[in-house]
């Protein structure tokens, strides 16, 4: 495992969040859309708990996918790119390199998700001698890993090269959760940063994170 440091340490469009693969035991079952009111882009999700605040029902979820990020090597730390023109500029190349690895590269909210089977991408590319392209970084990579080893962190799913650099497509390993507010049915929008800092509405959704990430750690724990 690799640490991975967001660049700056902000949360993108205000929406609380905690990086990692969803869990589909810890869904309610409940399919929604989570629509960004800035890009129009959507994410499908599952609920996990809902709350009612100010004549509004907001609700904690996790993505349907599988959240990635892309993230370069600084200093032996594995830092996330968060610049939404860097990572729009990025994207086709990593999109490419997914389609090699039989996965669906999408420009989702909040985050960059993958559709397909992650599961046993990174053994795979290793036997098959994909380690020879991420070349001679991997012994940064492994440099890292020892330095950080008790802490959580990301696993590498491939690399590439843009303008001379190299970047990494990596899998954050903690639990995911976002936050919407219903504007319609199943459809969900991520909260307005003035929303989030509302006095009124911002101690509301901060319970409803902590109650979602007891709710997965319970499930965690209890071998579901």
């Given at each position: 495992m690799i640490p991975l440091a967001p660049r700056g340490g902000a949360v993108r469009h205000g929406a609380p969040r905690l990086a990692g693969p969803p869990d589909e035991d810890t869904s309610s079952g409940i399919q929604v859309s989570l629509r960004d009111p800035e890009t129009d882009r959507t994410m499908e999700c599952h609920i996990l708990q809902t709350t009612s605040v100010?004549?509004?029902?907001?609700?904690?979820?996790?993505p349907i996918d599988t959240p990635v990020a892309i993230a370069s090597l600084v200093d032996g730390t594995m830092v996330e790119v968060d610049n939404p023109l860097r990572i729009d500029a990025l994207f086709p190349t990593a999109q490419a390199v997914c389609a090699e690895l039989d996965l669906a590269l999408l420009q989702t909210p909040v985050t960059l998700t993958v559709a397909g089977e992650v599961d046993g991408v990174e053994e795979g590319d290793?036997?098959?001698g994909d380690a020879?392209?991420?070349g001679p970084d991997l012994?940064?990579?492994?440099?890292?890993?020892e330095a950080e080893e008790d802490e959580e962190g990301v696993e590498v799913i491939s690399s590439f090269q843009y303008q001379d650099q190299k970047y990494y497509l990596v899998l954050p390993l903690e639990p995911f959760v976002l936050v919407g507010r219903q504007v319609?049915?199943?459809?969900?929008?991520i909260p307005s940063p003035g929303e989030m800092e509302s006095s009124q509405v911002g101690p509301e959704l901060e319970m409803l994170m902590e109650q979602s990430m007891a709710e997965i750690d319970a499930m965690e724990d209890g071998g579901y």
């Amino acid at each position: 495992m690799i640490p991975l440091a967001p660049r700056g340490g902000a949360v993108r469009h205000g929406a609380p969040r905690l990086a990692g693969p969803p869990d589909e035991d810890t869904s309610s079952g409940i399919q929604v859309s989570l629509r960004d009111p800035e890009t129009d882009r959507t994410m499908e999700c599952h609920i996990l708990q809902t709350t009612s605040v100010a004549d509004a029902m907001y609700a904690s979820m996790t993505p349907i996918d599988t959240p990635v990020a892309i993230a370069s090597l600084v200093d032996g730390t594995m830092v996330e790119v968060d610049n939404p023109l860097r990572i729009d500029a990025l994207f086709p190349t990593a999109q490419a390199v997914c389609a090699e690895l039989d996965l669906a590269l999408l420009q989702t909210p909040v985050t960059l998700t993958v559709a397909g089977e992650v599961d046993g991408v990174e053994e795979g590319d290793e036997e098959e001698g994909d380690a020879e392209r991420l070349g001679p970084d991997l012994s940064e990579l492994d440099d890292a890993e020892e330095a950080e080893e008790d802490e959580e962190g990301v696993e590498v799913i491939s690399s590439f090269q843009y303008q001379d650099q190299k970047y990494y497509l990596v899998l954050p390993l903690e639990p995911f959760v976002l936050v919407g507010r219903q504007v319609g049915g199943a459809k969900f929008d991520i909260p307005s940063p003035g929303e989030m800092e509302s006095s009124q509405v911002g101690p509301e959704l901060e319970m409803l994170m902590e109650q979602s990430m007891a709710e997965i750690d319970a499930m965690e724990d209890g071998g579901y």
